[in-house]
């Protein structure tokens, strides 16, 4: 793509329609068939009115996405478009902080998700995943369903606490991730509807309060015990706790930690653990490739657990992994917030234009997916992915924002995949309705019900 100023830019195509109103109530319900139509309709570059003169810009070309989030990801920021979830994450966490305060803090994490140190987690995911197949087994002597989102989040919770924080949640583990999955619905539901302001004691505005109370007090709690006991766990929590500021020499203040504790906990948990369930459920639709992976699970493991050493040998399961996260990428969709006049595909960006790059679309653009539709993990092979550009397959987003967590949540989910996949198969109740929904993340509407069967 070439820039070409000082010429007067096209604007980019789109519907002509909706009216002052525009295609606002759409995009709050139901943001992944909204967007789906408009590349159907008008291609790689789509502009349509979201409300009044905001206008939304959707990107679906790799080379498109590639100049936004990589090659001039200054010009376009971040910060504005997560500001549904300051209430509750806080405006000084990764997810939620532009600029130079952003790339102090990145650097200071960035050690906690060095490869060697993600590397000395595997046995820690793997024991939590054991402990699952062990209070499974309840399950499976009473010949009893249960519900498989609320499952992975406690694995993933529990994982992401012990990893980052050095805490055992698996006693909180329901109340903490329940809080979440309230607040986050509240939080979706705030995109759809007028809320009244949240000291109006509502019942639905009471529960939210409840709920993100019991996070905090969570969250300064875990901060005042780590700061009485001057421990260095060398853990995240302690590199945050030594970290200073390099002009004032000043710490982390409680609020700063507090909303990097919340950030990491939500982001590091919830994600991870909408893919498990979605693999489990097409693995469940697709038979031949549920036996494949358990092949693979036998010849490389022989009943052991996995370890760290064994994941070159899981490339199967790491591919139901991949292509998991094409049909169902846990984010739908990158946003961002144009800052200066741009060009993007020949076509005009101006200054504040609300931009978005949809996972969601451009994993099933047929110019890089044949079939798209189709769930076939060997796309992800490195022949048949030599040729695709990079930013055709973004579920961690690219460039400079890119997930800090994405070969821990990569190595997580093969491990708990692999580990649970060796003692049982997942199957998901007949008459249980399975439609995604997306609640931030991608999860199946209501949760995904499912009997399980030992593995003979
Ligand atoms: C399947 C699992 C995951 C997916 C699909 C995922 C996806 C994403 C995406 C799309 C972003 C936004 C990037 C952007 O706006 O450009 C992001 C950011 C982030 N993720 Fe993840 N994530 C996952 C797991 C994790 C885990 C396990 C952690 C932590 C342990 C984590 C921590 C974060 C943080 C802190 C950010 C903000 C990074 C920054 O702005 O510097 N994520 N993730």
Redesign the pocket.
């Known amino acids: 793509m070439t820039q070409t100023k000082g010429v007067s830019l096209k604007e980019a195509p789109g519907p002509q329609d909706g009216a002052f109103g525009g295609y606002m109530r759409e995009l709050q319900r139901d943001s992944l068939s909204l967007f789906m139509r408009m590349f159907r309709e008008y291609g790689d570059i789509v502009r349509f009115r979201a409300l009044g003169n905001i206008y939304v810009y959707m990107i679906s070309d790799p080379d498109g996405i590639d100049y936004m989030?990589r090659r001039n990801s200054q010009n376009y920021a971040?910060a504005t478009a997560h500001k549904t979830f300051e209430s509750l994450l806080g405006n000084e966490?990764?997810?939620t902080i532009d600029g130079p305060s952003?790339l102090r803090q990145?650097r200071l994490?960035q050690p906690a998700?060095h490869r060697q140190r993600i590397a000395a987690l595997a046995p820690m995911m793997t024991r939590a995943a054991e402990q699952t197949v062990q209070r499974w087994q309840e399950y499976e002597n009473r010949q009893e369903s249960f519900e498989l989102l609320h499952e992975m989040m406690r694995i993933t919770l529990q994982i992401?606490a012990e990893?980052?924080f050095s805490i055992d949640v698996t006693r909180d583990a329901d109340q903490i991730g329940a809080a979440f999955g309230s607040t986050l619905g509240y939080l979706q539901h705030s995109l759809s509807h007028i809320m009244p302001p949240l000291f109006v004691p509502t019942r639905r505005n009471r529960e939210y309060q409840e709920a993100r109370g019991q996070l905090d007090r969570f969250v300064y709690k875990l901060i005042a015990e780590r700061r009485n006991s001057d421990e260095d766990k060398g853990d995240l929590l302690s590199m945050f706790l030594q970290a200073r500021d390099s002009d004032t020499g000043e710490g982390m203040s409680d609020k700063q930690l507090h909303d990097e504790i919340m950030?990491?906990l939500l982001?590091?948990?919830e994600?991870?653990a909408t893919?498990l369930t979605w693999a489990w459920y097409l693995l469940s639709q697709h038979p031949e490739s549920e036996q494949r992976m358990h092949e693979e699970i036998e010849s490389a493991l022989s009943g052991r657990t996995p370890t760290f050493e064994d994941l070159p040998k899981l490339t199967y399961t790491r591919m139901i992994i991949d292509e998991t996260?094409r049909l169902y990428?846990?984010?739908t969709g990158?946003?961002r917030t144009c800052i200066a006049d741009d060009e993007i595909c020949g076509y005009r960006i101006p200054a504040r234009a609300n931009m978005v790059a949809s996972?969601y679309v451009v994993h099933r653009h047929p110019a890089y997916w044949e079939h798209p539709e189709q769930f076939d993990p060997e796309r992800f092979t490195p022949e048949r992915s030599a040729d695709r550009p990079q930013f055709a397959y973004f579920?961690?987003?690219?460039?400079p924002?890119?997930?800090?967590?994405?070969s821990?949540?990569?190595m997580?989910?093969t491990l708990v995949l692999a580990t649970i996949a060796g003692r049982y198969r997942v199957c998901p109740l007949p008459d249980n309705q399975v439609i995604a929904e997306q609640l931030v993340t991608l999860r199946p509407r209501g949760g995904l019900f499912v009997h399980i069967e030992p593995r003979s």
């Open positions: 989030l971040r966490g990764l997810l952003w990145r994490a998700f992401v990893a980052l950030t990491m982001a590091g948990h994600t991870t893919t996260m990428p846990p984010t990158v946003p996972s579920p961690f987003s690219g460039g924002r890119q997930c800090i967590g994405n821990f949540a990569l997580e989910a």
